[in-house]
């Protein structure tokens, strides 16, 4: 299993990014995009179930991000708008196919890809 993540880069604040995961050409039950600050623990910020449709977003970035994905392209999609200094992070995708549903959290997953670093100037 791989996953690629992309699109990170340097953003004002107030900007939006979108950043792209390819999961190496197959669909999973669960995408999840994570975070992680210097100092900080890993965050859960976008969480999908894909046998439900449910989404989870930490309140952190609730009403600011938006994950989707294109099973056509294997791709899953965090889009990440009004960006905060505080949202600069390493970004990680992850996927596990255990089912389940995100709705009351991300919870742990089994696969990651490489991470991809967003930084938000003020």
């Known amino acids: 299993v791989q996953l690629q993540a992309s699109g990170g880069g340097l953003v004002q604040a107030g900007g939006s990014l979108r950043l792209s995961c390819l999961a190496s050409g197959r669909t999973f039950s669960t995408n999840g995009w994570f975070r992680q600050a210097p100092g900080k623990e890993r965050e859960g910020v976008s969480c999908l179930s894909n046998a439900d449709g449910a989404t989870y977003y930490p309140d952190t970035v609730k009403g600011r991000f938006t994950i989707s994905r294109d099973n056509a392209k294997s791709r899953i999609y965090p889009q990440m708008n009004g960006l905060k200094p505080e949202d600069t992070a390493v970004y990680y995708c992850?996927?596990?196919?255990?089912?389940?549903?995100?709705?009351?959290?991300?919870?742990?997953?089994?696969?990651w890809g490489k991470g991809t670093l967003v930084t938000v100037s003020s």
């Open positions: 992850a996927a596990h196919d255990w089912g389940g549903s995100v709705v009351h959290g991300c919870g742990e997953f089994e696969w």
